[in-house]
């Protein structure tokens, strides 16, 4: 089966416009989970969706970012007002967080996102 | 809050060589994962290997292993008989066991360099 998608590939923006980032993951997995690269930086997490639960913000930098998920499966992460701060890969990443193999997150290829 | 410490910024190795990354972190739970991540110029993260805190034998995985210090909270990846492709990001990471939230905690990263 396919992997976890997303898109854009790359996205550049102008300081001040507002960003969409959308996440596609694996069907059937309940997890999924927004993680932000900055350049030379590991990932650093943003927000974590499991099933219908109330998703987990206590990873968004700002006010800026809000992220949603529709019908349990696509995501769309939003950044309002961009700044050049928010130049970053954005990652995505799904798993099943529950039974076996609940440990494993699978990956999207990111999106780049640069603000000039 | 969990952190993770990755001290050497780059490695590099001789082909068929044998390298060692470091990796320390701090946790105040008792059971969670450890894992090694790699990740190529293409930004997509690949799995190298896993280890359950409760374990204490040291995973390995073909040519990947690693040493598991609970007490030290160390965690470093071996890699034996260096390959072209092993040049990458590689990237060490926790997560809590059982945890509501369940993100990763990474490191820096280790910029591991291959000369043929």
């Known amino acids: 089966g396919a992997g976890v998608s997303q898109s854009p590939s790359n996205k550049v923006t102008e300081k001040g416009k507002d960003v969409e980032l959308r996440c596609d993951p694996i069907?059937?997995?309940?997890?999924l989970y927004w993680y932000r690269q900055s350049l030379g930086q590991g990932l650093e997490f943003l927000i974590y969706?499991?099933?219908?639960?109330?998703?987990?913000k206590s990873g968004l930098p700002s006010d800026r970012f809000s992220a949603e998920r529709t019908g349990g499966s696509v995501s769309t992460l939003t950044i309002q007002r961009t700044q050049q701060e928010d130049s970053a890969v954005y990652l995505c990443?799904?798993?099943?967080?529950?039974?076996?193999?609940?440990?494993?997150?699978?990956f999207g290829p990111g999106t780049r996102l640069t603000v000039t | 809050a969990q952190t993770v410490t990755q001290s050497q910024p780059e490695m590099s190795v001789q082909e068929a060589e044998t390298v060692t990354l470091s990796c320390t972190y701090d946790?105040?739970?008792?059971?969670?994962?450890l894992f090694w991540y790699k990740q190529p110029p293409s930004r997509q993260m690949i799995l190298v290997i896993r280890?359950?805190?409760?374990?204490?034998q040291n995973a390995t995985e073909n040519r990947f292993s690693v040493n598991f210090q609970k007490a030290a909270k160390s965690f470093s990846l071996k890699i034996s008989d260096s390959q072209l492709g092993d040049a990458a990001m590689y990237f060490c990471?926790?997560?809590?066991?059982?945890?509501?939230?369940?993100?990763?905690?990474f490191g820096k990263g280790t910029k591991l360099s291959v000369k043929p």
């Open positions: 990443a799904s798993s099943l967080r529950s039974g076996q193999g609940r440990w494993r997150q699978y």
């Open positions: 069907s059937g997995h309940t997890a």
């Open positions: 969706f499991q099933g219908n639960s109330a998703p987990d």
């Open positions: 946790t105040s739970e008792s059971d969670y994962y």
């Open positions: 280890q359950e805190a409760y374990k204490q």
């Open positions: 990471a926790c997560e809590n066991y059982g945890g509501s939230q369940g993100n990763l905690i």
